[in-house]
């Protein structure tokens, strides 16, 4: 866990849009994506700088899905629960990552590798079911498949 920010890779952030103040959500990604997460410290230091105050960057940063306010794994496990792959077997394959991970959906473990979520559909029914890790797609799916695929990641 990164218990203090890059205040060189924060400070780069904020000089990149610094004639564009009305770019909060740009600004939010580019945080999200170098930290995993919103820390509040960066959180309170766009505040300062683009005079913005920190209830409306929280608004924007609860308003979204994409953005977390707790820290998240390195890679984001999303397993998808939409109708094909509930059907095929989508909750066994969760169920079996959470045993494999220790954690549970909407949880992320503890040496902030790993992130689980769930979705209801990834447009990919004809591969169900279908697990994303990061941006790779993982179809047709069974139990014993699970622990080679998250191998990988480790």
Same mark, same amino acid.
């Given at each position: !866990? /990164? ?7 924060? +400070? ?25 997460? =919103?820390?509040?410290?960066? !959180? %309170?230091?766009? $505040?300062? &700088? ?8 929280? +608004?924007?940063? %609860?308003?979204? +899905?994409?953005? +977390?306010?707790?820290?998240?794994? /390195? ?20 169920? /079996?990552?959470?045993? &494999? ?13 790993? $992130? =689980? ?13 279908? !697990? ?9 799916? $069974? ?12």
């Amino acid at each position: !866990m /990164k218990d203090a920010i890059n205040e060189d890779k924060l +400070s780069g952030i904020i000089e990149k849009y610094k004639d564009n103040p009305n770019a909060t959500v740009a600004i939010l990604q580019d945080i999200q994506e170098e930290y995993n997460y =919103l820390p509040r410290e960066a !959180m %309170t230091k766009v $505040s300062k &700088e683009f005079n913005i105050p920190l209830s409306r960057l929280l +608004s924007v940063a %609860t308003f979204y +899905s994409a953005f +977390s306010l707790t820290p998240k794994g /390195k890679h984001q496990i999303n397993i998808c629960l939409g109708t094909a792959c509930h059907v095929r077997g989508g909750a066994r394959i969760m169920n /079996k990552v959470e045993r &494999e991970l220790g954690i549970k959906r909407g949880e992320t473990t503890e040496d902030l590798r790993f $992130s =689980l979520d769930e979705v209801r559909c990834l447009g990919c029914c004809g591969l169900a079911p279908v !697990m994303v890790v990061g941006e790779d797609v993982h179809g047709k799916l $069974s139990e014993d498949k699970v622990m080679s695929i998250l191998e990988k990641y480790k």
